[in-house]
């Protein structure tokens, strides 16, 4: 029951947020207005408040769920998609879509960065199953070593070929630009989160070591994929948008343990909680003004992580290791 009273909580505040959310900006809205059917009113709901709210919603739910997928098959607790070089293969597949196909739409883009973020996401798995020393710190400093390679060579082509200006929109992550017409491909997260759902268990499998699983090899390439793609659409949409997927799932775990099948919902509602709480943030602090997402997640989730980081370290909950050694 005390689980129980968890999910409904965030259930109940995320809820009551997201209405709130939506009557946060340069413009106000009046509800008596948009019950009325005040033309101007409406059109300022349906352009950009729902459409921004709902990208919200889906990049929380999204990167989380990706977050907690990666730490689970990795079996480390501060892998994800920011420490796993996901987020910045995923930026230079959108540069290789800038440079050789200049007019592609947006779902281009994605292609180029559902590759890019895949083959990225692997590239990391692949080292560091060959590192012998696998201690919990080593393994995501290399990726975070490996993702500032990635992302140098993305930076130096970008200066190289004039396209700097043009990758600055998704080097950075916000949602001021997310409008109707220009933000439907994060819903792409929806249907790879249920994906998760339904492949908990398997998932929990392979967490537990080779030893276990006889099929580690489909289910490993499953879940890394799916977060990978999901971290690409969010990425496509938003920019880059990080510590989520790092600093949610290990919130989650203090309190309902880690086992991913009674988490996942959990990981997934505080998840889009934490990510709508920095929106609303970003958008009061200098109102009229904004500042952007990834700068109120960037210094909330720095200090978060240092905090998991001393936790963990010092013999905090199932502070995990590659190859199954459980501290």
């Known amino acids: 029951m005390k689980k129980s009273g968890i999910t409904i909580g965030l259930a109940v505040s995320l809820l009551i947020l997201a209405i709130l959310s939506l009557f946060i900006g340069v413009i106000d809205l009046d509800t008596l207005s948009l019950l009325s059917g005040d033309v101007?009113?409406?059109?300022?709901?349906?352009?950009?408040?729902?459409?921004?709210?709902?990208?919200?919603?889906?990049?929380?739910?999204?990167?989380?769920?990706?977050?907690?997928?990666?730490?689970?098959?990795?079996?480390?607790?501060?892998?994800?998609?920011?420490?796993?070089?996901?987020?910045?293969?995923?930026?230079?597949?959108?540069?290789?879509?800038?440079?050789?196909?200049?007019?592609?739409?947006?779902?281009?883009?994605?292609?180029?960065?559902?590759?890019?973020?895949?083959?990225?996401?692997?590239?990391?798995?692949?080292?560091?199953?060959?590192?012998?020393?696998?201690?919990?710190?080593?393994?995501?400093?290399?990726?975070?070593?490996?993702?500032?390679?990635?992302?140098?060579?993305?930076?130096?082509?970008?200066?190289?070929?004039?396209?700097?200006?043009?990758l600055s929109t998704w080097l950075t992550g916000h949602f001021s630009l997310v409008l109707k017409g220009r933000y439907e491909l994060v819903y792409l997260a929806v249907p790879l989160v249920i994906l998760a759902f339904l492949y908990a268990n398997h998932f929990n499998i392979v967490g537990m070591g080779r030893d276990f699983s006889k099929n580690l090899g489909v289910i490993l390439f499953m879940g890394l994929t799916i977060a990978a793609m999901i971290t690409a659409s969010v990425v496509v949409v938003v920019g880059a948008v990080s510590y989520i997927g790092l600093i949610v799932p290990n919130v989650v775990s203090l309190f309902k343990g880690d086992n991913i099948r009674g988490t996942l919902a959990d990981t997934a509602l505080f998840g889009a909680l934490f990510v709508l709480v920095c929106d609303m943030a970003g958008r009061i602090v200098i109102a009229p003004y904004e500042l952007p997402i990834e700068l109120i997640i960037g210094i909330i989730g720095s200090i978060l992580f240092i905090m998991l980081l001393f936790y963990r370290l010092r013999g905090g909950r199932k502070s995990v290791r590659l190859g199954g050694a459980v501290k």
């Open 40 to 166: 101007g009113q409406l059109r300022i709901f349906i352009i950009s408040r729902l459409p921004r709210l709902l990208a919200l919603l889906c990049t929380g739910i999204g990167m989380s769920v990706a977050g907690l997928i990666m730490q689970q098959l990795c079996m480390n607790k501060f892998v994800s998609p920011t420490t796993g070089a996901t987020i910045s293969s995923a930026q230079f597949g959108i540069l290789l879509a800038l440079l050789f196909m200049p007019d592609s739409t947006l779902w281009g883009r994605a292609l180029f960065a559902f590759a890019a973020a895949v083959a990225g996401t692997w590239g990391f798995v692949w080292f560091i199953q060959r590192i012998q020393f696998k201690d919990v710190v080593m393994v995501p400093l290399v990726g975070i070593m490996f993702s500032n390679i990635i992302g140098g060579i993305t930076n130096f082509l970008a200066y190289k070929f004039e396209m700097t200006q043009a």
